[in-house]
């Protein structure tokens, strides 16, 4: 057994002092919470997952990348928080992100910048207080009778914090169970991030639908992507509270959505729903984030969009004619993919029939389509890049 200030090395996993074991309740009401089953265990596909970065020297050095469907929207989700500590947290000025290699990171500060990510996804959902778990060996409650093994949930350790900084620090010092696959990094933040926001919170946010936080396939639910986005579990994209349907007839229950601008937003776009539901299903708060960073999904495939320029959501005189950059995940992107926005003139077709027009739209990718969601029939530039979303 190899000792090293706080703590210890045996097999696996390296021990860390301090903190409180899971309880039997909590073990069996988070498993509840995720899946909707107390009895659930996890697929080998998530029980290896955990926040992988490209190498350094790599296409792109700021990404974090995976090729496992179920996992990817946690992944990008987290994404957008790490760019946004990576580039406009970590940075004063536009001129500064400017003069600075800022998507050119070294392995050390990429993973400080992780962990500093991770650390105010916690504390925004725990609203200054924040919990993190960590793989342990053992487990200290009876697993006997009703409880069923997963060998992950029961072995979790609990640290708990009411300091930012303190939390930060711990987070640095020991970001290697959340980038390591043997430790489950991605079941371990999520467990952080629903002990931070606090079970009845969780249950809270979620009103009187019955909500999940991973679905059938454990894919990331809407709750769940709310709840990394904006620090709280609702089950809707659109502003505020809706208490009547589209036809003015009041709600059973009001639909809790969005209540303010969050640091990152989100997008979205599906060719199997109509025009209008993919405008309307996100509201103004995640449509114009704090920051230009946008988790997407289109088609049911997750992705991100961004910029260096933080003017973007601030000043609407930026939104004339910009840049804007498209990253997937995925190992399949070999090059970068800049689109330019401009906003000046309306999107025109060649056809001058409706029949004609509408088979032109028909052929607008999926990721212009998406965009417009947020810049109504804005002209878009791929700029040599072939059009693959």
Not at 17 to 28: M, N
Not at 359 to 372: D, G, R, V
């Amino acid at each position: 057994m190899d000792f090293r200030g706080d703590v210890f090395l045996s097999g696996d996993v390296r021990h860390v002092q301090g903190g409180r074991t899971i309880t039997k309740d909590e073990a069996l009401e988070i498993r509840k919470l995720l899946t909707g089953a107390n009895y659930h265990t996890f697929s080998a596909e998530l029980r290896r997952s955990c926040f992988t970065f490209y190498g350094p020297g790599g296409t792109f050095p700021y990404g974090l990348v995976t090729e496992k469907n179920n996992v990817r929207g946690i992944i990008i989700s987290v994404q957008a928080h790490f760019l946004n500590q990576l580039v406009f947290n970590s940075h004063s000025s536009r001129e500064e992100i400017y003069s600075s290699d800022v998507l050119h990171p070294s392995e050390t500060s990429r993973e400080v910048a992780l962990a500093y990510a991770l650390a105010n996804i916690l504390w925004q959902a725990g609203e200054n207080t924040a919990s993190v778990c960590l793989l342990q060996d053992g487990c200290d409650f009876d697993t006997s009778g009703t409880y069923v093994k997963d060998t992950i949930t029961e072995k979790i350790r609990i640290f708990e914090f009411q300091d930012y900084g303190e939390l930060k620090l711990f987070l640095k010092r020991h970001i290697d169970f959340f980038t390591q696959a043997h430790t489950h990094g991605v079941i371990l933040f999520i467990y952080s991030l629903i002990l931070s926001r606090g079970m009845e919170s969780v249950h809270s946010d979620f009103g009187s639908t019955r909500a999940r936080l991973l679905n059938e396939t454990e894919e990331m639910s809407q709750s769940l992507l709310c709840l990394i986005l904006t620090g709280r579990a609702v089950c809707y994209l659109h502003n505020g509270n809706v208490l009547y349907d589209g036809e003015g007839q009041h709600l059973a229950a009001a639909q809790h959505g969005i209540s303010g601008r969050s640091d990152v937003g989100f997008l979205y776009w599906n060719k199997e729903k109509d025009e209008i539901y993919c405008n309307n299903l996100v509201g103004s708060m995640l449509k114009t984030p704090r920051r230009p960073i946008w988790v997407t999904q289109i088609n049911g495939r997750w992705g991100l969009l961004f910029t260096l320029n933080p003017d973007l959501v601030n000043n609407w005189r930026s939104e004339h004619k910009f840049q804007i950059k498209y990253y997937t995940g995925l190992h399949s992107q070999t090059s970068e993919c800049n689109l330019t926005i401009d906003t000046r003139l309306a999107r025109t077709f060649q056809s001058s029939t409706a029949y004609g027009k509408q088979e032109e739209e028909k052929k607008i990718p999926a990721l212009e389509k998406t965009l417009m969601t947020k810049w109504q029939d804005a002209r878009i530039e791929w700029n040599g890049t072939t059009p693959f979303v």
